[in-house]
């Protein structure tokens, strides 16, 4: 099925890209006296305009990002990639926008956007600028339920049950009050690190004390610019932003690591809604033909808060920004033992006929009494990149990547889908042209290895192709090395040549390469796999 996640009652004009521009800080408003925060989009005509959303669409509100129609066109962002090294915290520095004057120039020029707080790095001649609010979406609020939780002063006293540290383990057992399904491996261990690791607790703590303070002398509903202190992270880091003279200003935070792990070796989590399943194998079932479903999800701004007995929905949101050094084993425990029959082989093909569409308004307000529109949630999978296309031939390959994600979250994940260029037969399938998907995948400070995966709907056997480098963050080597691959190793009429691809070392350092063929596995089966080739071909191990 393929997910699409679309903001409604879209103020601009159909086809029209904007960009993201800047972001305030929430407060409550509106008919149901929800918090709401204020977008300001930049049009290609210089004019600026304020669009409020609700609180829990932080996490995916990124800085420079460009949107058309509702939907953020992930290809498309302002800015470029920097690594920086960042020196200790006594040269940080918290300043209001409207005391910089880079961003008194660049920004809107109402008081309600000077007034947001940053952090400037650096000298005072050649400094970076990050903007409080994404270092709290980078490090504190990953997904709609911390968004919100952040503002609230007990949270983790809500919704966890136990929160114990026995020898080398911990236990952490979820309440009904946050939802089953977004209680992935990736969200327990960054929750396991707001709860253990002091400087991201004194981080998560100082938001909400920070605003109660000031706001006993105004008032609780009024917008407070919040503002965070800085966990304890590693000096690189991976950012995306712009030079403004000597000035680098940070729209988006991609990698950084914490600066030590945390003191156990094993998490156990478990929540009233987890049942442990027991897998039998049962007839192969036949072979079926079935019409390929769509789901749009509307996010309408002032729906009415969702009742706590609906369902929270689970959309798909970018990966989190944390590289962790080392993760501990990862149990999902349940109470229930459920027998459920598994075919030993299923196989669905999509049928010929237009796709299904479906259309399901849901609600980012938190969680209140009555309710039209179910809530949705913003998990830690992909990136929403793989749910857009519907007939591209790699349905089952994302979901491979989804399962390979679940079940190694010490794997951060990257995913691009582009289209063939090359006038080559394989190059078109019928009259459209043949997508490929190019996914990174990085584990902590290794180097990452990238997956290389041709849509397939006319099933071509094509093998999937594996590879890494050793000047991983430069984006012209990479674009370069991937025209290599594509105009010298891919034959014309669809298969790989290897001898141009040996010949790639002398070109770009440290390249290796390696296959993996097509089988009539499960897709989990499929992205263990995976997971086990790049080990190899990076050299994980």
């Known amino acids: 099925m393929t997910e699409i996640v679309r903001l409604s009652d879209w103020l601009f004009d159909p086809g029209e890209k904007v960009t993201l521009w800047w972001l305030r800080s929430p407060l409550r408003e509106g008919m149901h006296r929800q918090w709401r925060t204020t977008a300001v989009f930049r049009r290609t005509s210089g004019e600026f305009r ?54 008194q120039e660049r920004l809107p020029s109402e008081a309600a956007n000077l007034s947001e707080y940053c952090i400037t790095i650096g000298a005072q001649q050649s400094y970076a600028i990050l903007p409080v609010l994404e270092c709290i979406r980078a490090f504190l609020t990953p997904n709609k339920s911390l968004a919100f939780g952040l503002l609230e002063p007990n949270y983790f006293e809500r919704i966890l049950i136990r929160n114990e540290v026995i020898g ?46 000031r706001a006993e002398q105004a008032s609780w509903n009024t917008a407070i610019p919040l ?39 094993e998490l156990e989590f478990t929540h009233p809604g987890i049942r442990k399943r027991e897998f039998v194998k049962s007839n192969a079932a036949k072979r079926q033909r079935q019409q390929k479903k769509v789901v749009e999800y509307q996010i309408n701004p002032d729906a009415e808060p969702p009742a706590v007995s609906k369902p929270s929905l689970k959309l798909p949101q970018l990966g989190l920004c944390l590289m962790e050094k080392r993760r ?35 609600s980012l307000s938190d969680v209140g009494k009555g309710g039209q529109n179910p809530a949705a949630e913003f998990g830690f999978n992909v990136p929403v990149e793989i749910f857009v296309n519907t007939d591209d031939g790699l349905d089952e390959f994302s979901e491979a990547i989804r399962c390979l994600d679940e079940i190694h979250p010490e794997v951060a994940v990257h995913w691009e889908v582009h289209e063939l260029q090359q006038e080559i037969p394989f190059a078109t399938v019928g009259d459209r042209p043949r997508k490929y998907a190019l996914v990174r995948l990085k584990v902590s400070r290794k180097a990452p290895c990238w997956i290389l995966e041709f849509g397939r709907p006319d099933s071509f056997p094509i093998s999937t192709l594996l590879f890494t480098f050793d000047r991983y963050d430069s984006a012209e080597e990479l674009q370069a090395l991937l025209e290599a691959i594509l105009e010298t190793a891919l034959l014309p009429q669809g298969g790989w040549n290897r001898s141009p691809l040996k010949k790639i070392p002398e070109q770009i350092r440290g390249f290796k390469f390696g296959w993996s063929k097509h089988t009539g596995s499960s897709t989990e089966d499929w992205g263990e796999r995976l997971y086990k080739n790049a080990q190899e071909v990076a050299r994980w191990k």
């Open 50 to 103: 304020e669009v409020d959303f609700p609180w829990g669409l932080l996490p995916w509100l990124r800085l420079g990002q460009v949107f058309e129609d509702g939907q953020p066109v992930w290809d498309t962002k302002r800015g470029d990639i920097f690594r920086i090294q960042v020196p200790d915290s006594s040269s940080m520095r918290l300043s209001r926008a409207a005391n910089l004057s880079v961003l």
């Open 168 to 213: 080398d383990k911990l236990h952490l057992d979820f309440s009904k009050d946050i939802p089953q399904r977004v209680l992935n491996r990736s969200l327990v261990f960054f929750m396991a690190r707001l709860l253990h690791d002091q400087s991201f607790r004194n981080a998560w703590n100082s938001v909400y004390h920070d605003r109660l303070r």
């Open 328 to 362: 501990p084993k990862i149990i999902k425990t349940g109470q229930t033992s459920v027998v459920t029959l598994k075919p030993s082989s299923v196989s669905t093909e999509p049928s010929e006929s237009e796709a299904q569409f479906k259309n399901r308004a849901v």
């Open 227 to 265: 503002r965070t202190l800085l966990p304890q992270l590693g000096a690189t880091w991976l950012v995306r932003g712009v030079l403004l003279e000597r000035v680098l200003f940070v729209y988006e935070i991609l990698e950084v690591e914490p600066s030590r792990s945390l003191p156990f070796k």
